[in-house]
């Protein structure tokens, strides 16, 4: 059975609500910040893979959408990526991004050194190390085709496995370690009780139009109005994706550019400097008038979509034989973040309540996503009050500049040990 490009995204879509349904049912799953497309995409990829043992008919999807919706995605994170925002979040942002920076490369050379120990690539390490825990399933995914040509067999396979894995780690240990340094500095916070305060992204949200007139307008009124507010959410979407797609155009330029140098990228570098520029020029002028939610909106559907469609076509079977060392490279990984918690993070983000509530988000996002991150940091919140420089400065960090240096740092490792 062949399946047109429609067909493979109408499927896509279906495994994506799957997933939702499944965090419903078990709670579990959205409580370690399992992401609903990475349910439904395995759940594809486990059937074929009782398929294939079987020699049953195997389906043939048209992936052609797969890398535009993974650059569209990288392309949202590029219109977040706000010089306003980072002089909001302060020295504690750059401070945080420098650590985070130079962990990032930790991973990598942790990953080599065990590698090596289990006589495989050096590339396998670095795989197995930021591209998917600090960079998550959609970075581990993306990068994957690089570390295929670069002599890694099943990379995406292998990408997935880890990444899940650091979810599923991130979010068990973030929390015990935040509680730990509270505890053990008695750090005082407000109190329980109070609500977390908004992520960054949740901030610069548009804001709602005023409240109506108190009177009751009559029903022609209430149609005008409901038709001026849908033609104006139509715009709002329409503008969205238009700029998403002329920094999709002007970013395939910029990466063709870029490999002419010789120097290995992945397609959507390109896209997200340029997003990242037109951003910037707009916050300066104001000409565009970017509705950021709505950009953030279109590439967690972009993210989402690509996710299900890359993991539906795994083959898990490359996974044979390398249980043992990606256990061992993970564990140790873990080792090595909680031990980066207690020095240098938590002392210099201040060594107070708001520093011990960054740490553990710190440990959730550079082990899993930012996900993660917020939901350790509100677990902490919900129980010993409110951390509202934590909730501006690890979200800044976690889900908008690390991707960039991460990028950086991955590329590097690729053009010296491919």
Known sequence: MKLDLVQTLALSGVLLFVGYGLQRLWPALARLNIPAPVIGGLLASIALLIAHSRDW?????????????????????????????LKVGGPKVLTLL??????????????????????????????????????????????????????????SSIAIASAMAGIVLGGLAGGPIGTMLI????????????????????????????????????????????????????RVVLKTLVVVLAAMWIGAGISTALAMTGVTLPGY?????????IRNLDDYTGWIGLSHRAVDTLGAVALSLFLVMALMTLDLTQLAGLAVPMIVMLFAQLALVSVVCFWPVFQTMGRDYDAAVTTGGFLGFML????????????????YGAAPRAFLVAPLVGAFFVDFTNALIITVFLNLLG
Request: avoid cysteine; charged fraction near 10%; glycine fraction near 10%.
């Open 57 to 85: 008919p195997l389906p043939q999807f048209d992936t052609t959408l797969q890398q535009p919706l993974l650059v569209a995605f990288f392309t949202s994170i590029g219109y977040s990526a706000s010089l306003s925002l």
């Open 98 to 155: 420098a650590v985070v920076t130079a962990f990032a490369v930790l991973q990598n050379l942790l990953g080599i050194v065990l590698a090596a120990g289990f006589g495989l690539p050096p590339l396998f390490g670095v795989l197995t190390g930021s591209v998917t825990l600090t960079g998550g399933p959609a970075t581990g995914l993306a990068f994957a085709p690089l570390f295929e040509e670069a002599g890694i067999t099943g990379a």
């Open 183 to 234: 505890e053990r500095h008695r750090l005082q916070g407000p109190g329980p009780g109070q609500q977390p305060p908004r992520s960054p992204a949740e901030a610069h949200a548009p804001v709602q139009a005023a409240q109506a007139d108190a009177s009751v307008p009559d029903a022609e009124a209430e149609i005008i109005e409901a038709a001026d507010e849908d033609s104006a959410q139509a």
């Open 269 to 277: 570098i390109g896209a997200m400097l340029a997003a990242a520029a």
């Open 368 to 383: 899993g996503t930012t996900a993660n991150a917020m939901a350790v940091m509100r677990t902490l919140v919900e129980r």
